[in-house]
Nanobody, 123 residues
Framework: QVQLVESGGGSVQAGGSLRLSCAAS????????VAWFRQPPGKERELVAA????????YYADFAKGRFTISMDNTKNAGYLQMNSLKPEDTAVYFC????????????????WGQGTQVTVSS
């Protein structure tokens, strides 16, 4: 099982940008799909974006389309979430998750999780 560690969270003003990173260890990302989920205060965890193992397919939640970009760099064994035009409603703990090969949309389909990184967007 791959171990994941997120970084890059922080506090920004509305309209700002952040780039989240997900570093993998234990196994390479080569055969894994990577997803970013978020959990706003008092709400359930929701899928933000995902990318499959070959990077040929991506998924974005409606709220992320046009603002967020998911990517992977297998040479660095890392995944990324570039977040632009951030809004206060994007405030949440963001989690990186991984599963073999293909994208799934439910948190229960992912077996490897990071500890989360806080993103706070102020108006």
């Amino acid at each position: 099982q791959v171990q994941l560690v997120e970084s890059g969270g922080g506090s920004v003003q509305a309209g700002g940008s952040l780039r989240l990173s997900c570093a993998a260890s234990g196994r390479t990302f080569t055969n894994y799909a990577v997803a970013w989920f978020r959990q706003p205060p008092g709400k359930e965890r929701e899928l933000v974006a995902a990318i499959n193992w070959s990077q040929s397919n991506t998924y974005y939640a409606d709220f992320a389309k046009g603002r967020f970009t998911i990517s992977m760099d297998n040479t660095k064994n890392a995944g990324y979430l570039q977040m632009n035009s951030l809004k206060p409603e994007d405030t949440a703990v963001y989690f990186c998750a991984a599963r073999p090969f293909t994208i799934r949309t439910q948190p229960t389909d992912y077996h490897s999780w990071g500890q989360g990184t806080q993103v706070t967007v102020s108006s």
